[in-house]
């Protein structure tokens, strides 16, 4: 079984609005972390948000929050005020246990129209 | 403050050749990570280090070899480069501690003809 899945391969959202990218994941460990990347067209891996198992809080930083749903083993993103240069590649992502590494899902591809 | 620095950028082979892909940290991480990029299929993870001296498989590790030659440092090495390699490969670092956050290289593109 697939531990991340991202069901959208494609969004497009109109610039200045919000957009809510999903990402839904699969562990037995009470223990784990959820990140998000972007990776614009240049290529590289760019960290914007965690969320841990343990977090009661959902996970904000700037115009980006993680709304996640721990029942329904959710991590979604949220950007707000979609801008041109969050056209790029999201990936979600997850740390099991004690484990460092991250375990990626295929990804969306996130396009802001002006 | 580099970063993570990856070289080469970009690489062609030939199949049977031989290459190693070197990576460096500056942030004195523990964690060191190599994963490979394929179209429609995310980051999947070839080989990491937790720490300096040790090294561990992770989900695709055959056709590679890695070295950790010190805490900076962790090189990716193709013994053989079949046509299967051809990928982005990106080298990641992290500091071991809560939340093992990850930082990433530029990438090395490479091809194998």
């Known amino acids: 079984a697939q531990k991340i899945t991202q069901t959208q391969p494609g969004m497009f959202v109109q610039e200045k609005e919000a957009v809510t990218l999903d990402c839904t994941y699969d562990?037995?460990?009470?223990?784990?972390?959820l990140f998000w990347y972007k990776q614009p067209s240049s290529g590289e891996m760019i960290f914007l948000i965690y969320?841990?198992?343990?977090?009661?809080q959902n996970a904000t930083e700037g115009r980006y929050s993680l709304n996640f749903q721990k029942a329904r083993k959710s991590a979604n993103l949220v950007i707000s005020a979609s801008q041109l240069g969050d056209s790029a590649m999201y990936f979600c992502?997850?740390?099991?246990?004690?484990?460092?590494?991250?375990?990626f899902g295929s990804g969306t591809q996130l396009t802001v129209l002006p | 403050n580099a970063g993570v620095t990856q070289t080469p950028k970009f690489q062609v082979l030939k199949t049977g050749q031989s290459m190693t892909l070197q990576c460096a940290q500056d942030m004195n991480h523990n964690s060191m990570y190599w994963y490979r990029q394929d179209p429609g299929m995310g980051l999947r993870l070839i080989y990491y280090?937790?720490?300096?001296?040790?090294?561990d498989k992770g989900e695709v590790p055959n056709g590679y070899n890695v070295s950790r030659l010190n805490k900076r440092e962790f090189s990716l090495r193709l013994e053989s480069a079949a046509p299967s390699q051809t990928s982005v490969y990106f080298c990641?670092?992290?500091?071991?501690?809560?939340?093992?956050?990850?930082?990433f290289g530029p990438g090395t593109r490479l091809t194998v003809t």
């Open positions: 562990t037995s460990d009470q223990s784990y972390g």
């Open positions: 280090s937790a720490s300096e001296g040790t090294t």
């Open positions: 992502a997850m740390r099991e246990g004690s484990a460092r590494q991250l375990t």
């Open positions: 990641a670092s992290s500091e071991g501690d809560t939340p093992y956050e990850q930082y």
């Open positions: 969320q841990g198992s343990y977090d009661e």
